[in-house]
């Protein structure tokens, strides 16, 4: 599977913006799909997912309430709706994908993304 993140850009504080990853070379309703986000400096952290059969698993303390993962599978594609934006959720935004448990470690996934930019002025 081949996974392709894009939606990053800049935006100010109290924005929004709306992330994507296109799932190719398989289904995304086969994979548990999760996001992830890395900030300079820091480690990578879970930010949300979504499991296989469509359960949601939800999103991590920090955006809660202001993010939320979906999917579409006709589109084949994952989505992280992200508001009310913080400069502290500036970070590169990656999807990864898995077969096995929908798991809050990154070392997890087999399967990831490029990685997309999202940058938040204060």
């Known amino acids: 599977v081949q996974l392709q993140a894009s939606g990053g850009g800049l935006v100010q504080a109290g924005g929004s913006l709306r992330l994507s990853c296109a799932v190719s070379e398989g289904r995304i309703n086969t994979y548990n799909m999760a996001w992830f986000r890395q900030a300079p400096g820091k480690e990578r952290e879970i930010v949300g997912g979504i499991r296989w059969s469509g359960s949601n698993w939800g999103t991590t303390d920090s955006v809660k309430g202001r993010f939320t993962v979906s999917r579409d599978v006709a589109k084949n594609t994952l989505y992280l709706q992200m508001n009310s934006l913080k400069p502290e959720d500036a970070a590169v935004y990656y999807c990864?994908?898995?077969?096995?448990?929908?798991?809050?470690?990154?070392?997890?996934?087999?399967?990831w993304g490029q990685g997309t930019l999202v940058t938040v002025s204060s």
């Open positions: 990864a994908a898995d077969t096995r448990v929908l798991s809050t470690r990154s070392s997890e996934y087999a399967y």
